[in-house]
């Protein structure tokens, strides 16, 4: 059985989506701003380092980069060879 879903929890869905549509967007645009002369060098570089820059933003309250640190550090994790 399936449980109702109130008009309120459908409302906060919807802005939950959006707003996390809208981190994704700068998470992608912070990439890609990046991508042209940094190209894909996360895949290479010591895991230390990454683990550095992770640290930095987060002391830099950086959300953004930090989530795209986040992300390179599983993209390597996944796509260990």
């Given at each position: 059985?399936s449980?109702r879903?109130?008009?309120g929890?459908?409302?906060?869905r919807w ?5 996390m ?7 992608k645009s912070?990439?890609m701003d ?6 894909d ?7 230390p ?18 989530a ?8 390597r ?5």
């Amino acid at each position: 059985m399936s449980r109702r879903v109130s008009a309120g929890e459908l409302e906060l869905r919807w802005k939950l989506k959006h707003w996390m549509q809208d981190f994704f967007d700068e998470m992608k645009s912070e990439m890609m701003d990046n991508l042209e002369y940094k190209g894909d060098s996360w895949k290479t570089c010591k895991k230390p380092y990454l683990l550095k820059k992770l640290q930095a933003k987060i002391d830099e309250e950086d959300w953004v980069a930090l989530a795209n640190y986040c992300f390179m550090l599983r993209d390597r994790e996944l796509n260990k060879t």
